[in-house]
C-alpha cells in the first residue's frame, strides 16, 4: 500500500477484525509510474517505518506472528443519540470539530424539530432505512437519523419522503475514489412541484431552497451515515466544489416536446410516481452556440471530450429540446442512439486512457471485448460508450437562451420516492 492511505488501511483492518495486521508502504504513487522507479520503491524503505522494504515483505511472510499482531477484535463506532444541553455556540462547534457538517452553519437538530420533520413520513423513527457506503465501510442508518441530518440543512418536512429515498438508495454522495468524482441528483414525478423545486431558470443555481436543502443533505447524510472523512474514507486528490449540492435540480417535464418522455419514465417508471436519480461523475461543460450551429455535430463534439467506457450526460434548455426535434430527433432515444453510434475512438487512444488499467487487466485475463481489443489495430474504431443507455438526457432550464450544457455522467440508479411518505 502506498504510504498516503496510511489512516484508510489502518482503519479498514481494524473493522476487518485485524487492528495490528502487519502493512507494508511504499511511495505514493504507483499508477502509471514505470517499472524501474518501482523496482527504487521495493529496494528502499518504507516511508512510514523508515526500515527497508523488501525486509519486511521478507519478515511478514516468513517470522511468526507477535502477540500483538495475534491480537483481533472489529473496531466498532459508536454515536449517542443525545449530545447533551449546552450553549449554541458550543453545540455548534461540537458537530464543526467532530467533522459531522460540510463546514457551513447548520441548524441545530433539537428533539422537538427532528420529531416535527418525522410527521411527513408513515415511517417509523427508529426504522433502518438502510447502509450509506462511502468508501470501504457502511454505516446502518435509521429514519430518525435521517431527519436530523436533514433538520442541519434547514429542510422543510415535506422534504423528508426525498430524502429519506436518497438514504435508502445506498448510493453515497461522497466517491472514495481519488479522482474527485461528485454526483449529479435529478428529481422527477409530482414530488417536484409538491415541495416546490425549480426546474426553469436557474434550476442548477443556488437560489431554491428545496433543490439546494436537499442537495446539501445528500452530503451531510455521507458525512454522518457514511463516515465520509477527508484523508480517511474521503481520497478526491482535490475535491469537488459540486459536493456542496450535487447539481440537484427537478426535470423540466411540462417543457418536454411532444414525443421526449421524462427521465423516470425512461427507466421503467410511471408518469404519476415521483423518484430520484443519481448520477458520478466529474463535472459540467457549457457548450457554447457559433453562427454555424449544427445540433447533430455539437453533441458529437462535446461528448468527445468524455472519457471512454463512462457516461454522457446533456443538460438541455428547452429551447434546445425543441431544437432537436426540428432537427430529426423524435425523442430522447434517437439522441442517445445518434451519439452512441456516431462517437467512436481508435483502440490506441482508448488504451491511452489511465483509466482504462482495470480493461487491460481484464483483457490479460481473457474478458471480452478487451482482451479481443488487446490483439487488435490501434487504429481499429469502436463506439466510445459501452451502450446507448450510458448515454442521459434531460430538460432543465427556462427557455433564456439556447445553451446547454452536458458532463461525464454515468446513472448509478433511480430510486422511489412514494414508498417513503
Not at 519486511?56 to 444541553?85: K, W
Not at 442508518?141 to 429519506?164: D, F
Not at 468524482?181 to 414530488?191: E, I, K, Q, R, W
Not at 455535430?297 to 471530450?305: D, E, P, R, V
Request: proline share 6%; aromatic share 10%.
Amino acid at each position: 500500500m502506498t504510504q498516503v492511505f496510511e489512516p484508510l488501511v489502518k482503519m479498514y483492518s481494524g473493522l476487518a477484525g485485524m487492528p495490528h495486521h502487519h502493512i507494508t508502504f511504499v511511495p505514493q504513487p504507483i499508477s502509471r509510474v514505470p517499472a524501474s522507479r518501482c523496482h527504487e520503491y521495493i529496494m528502499g524503505n518504507d516511508p512510514v517505518t523508515g526500515r527497508p522494504v523488501i525486509d519486511e515483505i521478507v519478515e511478514s511472510l516468513t517470522a511468526p506472528l507477535t502477540d500483538e499482531q495475534r491480537q483481533t477484535g472489529i473496531s466498532e463506532r459508536s454515536a449517542t443519540r443525545y449530545i447533551g444541553p449546552d450553549t449554541e455556540d458550543n453545540l455548534l462547534n461540537y458537530f464543526t470539530e467532530n467533522r459531522m457538517t460540510d463546514g457551513l452553519p447548520i441548524v441545530l437538530p433539537t428533539e422537538e424539530r427532528v420529531a416535527e420533520m418525522l410527521k411527513c413520513t408513515s415511517h417509523p423513527a427508529d426504522e433502518v432505512v438502510g447502509d450509506v457506503r462511502s468508501a470501504y465501510e457502511g454505516w446502518s442508518i435509521t429514519v430518525e437519523k435521517v431527519a436530523a441530518n436533514a433538520v442541519m440543512t434547514g429542510a422543510r418536512p415535506e422534504y423528508l419522503p426525498v430524502i429519506l429515498a436518497m438514504a435508502a438508495s445506498g448510493v453515497s454522495g461522497i466517491s472514495s475514489s481519488t479522482t474527485s468524482f461528485t454526483t449529479l441528483t435529478v428529481v422527477n414525478g409530482p414530488m417536484r412541484n409538491e415541495i416546490g423545486m425549480n426546474a426553469g431558470c436557474g434550476a442548477m443555481s443556488p437560489f431554491n431552497r428545496a433543490n439546494s436543502v436537499i442537495g446539501r443533505v445528500y452530503t451531510l447524510l455521507s458525512l454522518n451515515g457514511g463516515g465520509g472523512r477527508p484523508c480517511e474514507t474521503y481520497w478526491g486528490s482535490q475535491g469537488n466544489p459540486m459536493d456542496f449540492s450535487h447539481a440537484t435540480f427537478a426535470e423540466n417535464e411540462e417543457e418536454l416536446p411532444e414525443g421526449w418522455q421524462p427521465f423516470h419514465v425512461q427507466k421503467g417508471y410511471k408518469p404519476e410516481e415521483s423518484v430520484i436519480s443519481f448520477f458520478r461523475g466529474w463535472g459540467i461543460w457549457h457548450w457554447k452556440n457559433t453562427y454555424e450551429y449544427d445540433k447533430h455535430k455539437a453533441i458529437l463534439q462535446m461528448s468527445n471530450w468524455m472519457g471512454a467506457n463512462g457516461g454522457y450526460c446533456l443538460l438541455l434548455d428547452p429551447i434546445v429540446a425543441d431544437d432537436l426535434v426540428r432537427e430529426g430527433f423524435p425523442t430522447k432515444e434517437s439522441v442517445s442512439e445518434y451519439v452512441y453510434k456516431n462517437n467512436k475512438l481508435t483502440l490506441g487512444e482508448f488504451w491511452q486512457y489511465h483509466l482504462i488499467e482495470n480493461s487491460r487487466r481484464d483483457a490479460n485475463k481473457g474478458i471480452e471485448p478487451y482482451a479481443t481489443w488487446l490483439k487488435q489495430p490501434k487504429d481499429t474504431l469502436i463506439t466510445r460508450y459501452r451502450s446507448q443507455e450510458a448515454i442521459s438526457l434531460f430538460v432543465v432550464g427556462g427557455r433564456a437562451n439556447d445553451f446547454w450544457q452536458a458532463g461525464d455522467w454515468h446513472h448509478l440508479g433511480s430510486y422511489s420516492i412514494d414508498e417513503w411518505r
